[in-house]
């Protein structure tokens, strides 16, 4: 091999540190930020209106994955700063199909269903990989990010459709997602899912296990919520967020080997 292909593949090696490993932690926080994009969204629609929230918080989100595509590599901060926000914009964009165009939540997720399949094919046809320790260009990452953005515009139509929809309630819901996560990592655990497949589906479905759970905390006790409101729940849950980063900036828990899955 030579010292240019070598130099080429150490170089895009490095890209892996910009991606965090799948810990406990890394659930942990993808759950903790699925319940603050549904209860910080619906407390800046609250103040700001829909449209208005979108728009900004579009904007921040575009900035926040400036900074994250300019890395080289993995920030804690930067990284989970934008799954706050995609998340928050992944709830937004649904709720603006379904409350400002009348889209019907079952249209919304067959919808979002075929965008993240579509996407999941373009991405493997160009790259014959969908894992994400093996996301060390741009070009992956950036087939990254939009499975990620439709992930929780996804979630949030499927979250809101079992608990609303079907009538199922905010509890009733969280349980549900809750077990049928259990069932994946127990067929990954006994070698009954492939590594790649149980984590993206875990991936889709933390979006409503945390959006019932953010409904069930927000929402009035007459309509089964713990009524402890918007403003509340996001500040907790922002908080235990922040503290879970800096911890594992300063630990270092959760940076992948650069040779890791290569």
């Known amino acids: 091999m030579s010292t240019m292909t070598t130099d080429r593949i150490d170089a895009a090696r490095k890209m892996l540190s910009k991606v965090p490993e799948v810990t406990v932690f890394f659930w942990i926080i993808k759950i903790l930020c699925t319940t603050v994009g549904e209860t910080a ?72 269903s075929v965008a993240l399949t579509v996407t999941f094919a373009v991405w493997y046809a160009s790259e014959k990989t969908l894992s994400i320790h093996t996301i060390y260009t741009t070009k992956r990452e950036a087939f990254y990010w939009l499975a990620i953005l439709f992930t929780f515009a996804l979630g949030t139509a499927a979250g809101d459709l079992a608990a609303e929809g079907l009538a199922l309630g905010f509890l009733t819901s969280a349980v549900m997602f809750g077990a049928v996560i259990a069932l994946i990592a127990l067929a990954y655990y006994y070698g009954k899912l492939g590594a790649v497949l149980a984590f993206w589906i875990a991936y889709i479905l933390t979006r409503p296990l945390g959006a019932s759970v953010g409904d069930y905390l927000i929402q009035g006790r007459d309509a089964g919520g713990l009524a402890l409101g918007t403003m509340t729940t996001s500040a907790i849950f922002l908080a235990a967020i922040l503290a879970l980063v800096v911890y594992l900036a300063v630990t270092r828990r959760d940076k992948i080997e650069i040779n890791q899955g290569v």
């Open 41 to 112: 969204a619906d407390f800046l629609n609250i103040n700001l209106g829909l449209t208005v929230t979108t728009v900004v918080m579009g904007v921040f989100l575009a900035g926040a994955l400036f900074a994250q595509f300019r890395l080289r590599r993995y920030v804690p901060g930067v990284y989970w700063l934008a799954v706050v926000l995609i998340s928050i914009v992944g709830t937004l964009i649904t709720d603006n199909l379904v409350d400002n165009f009348g889209v019907p939540l079952l249209t919304t997720m067959i919808v979002f």
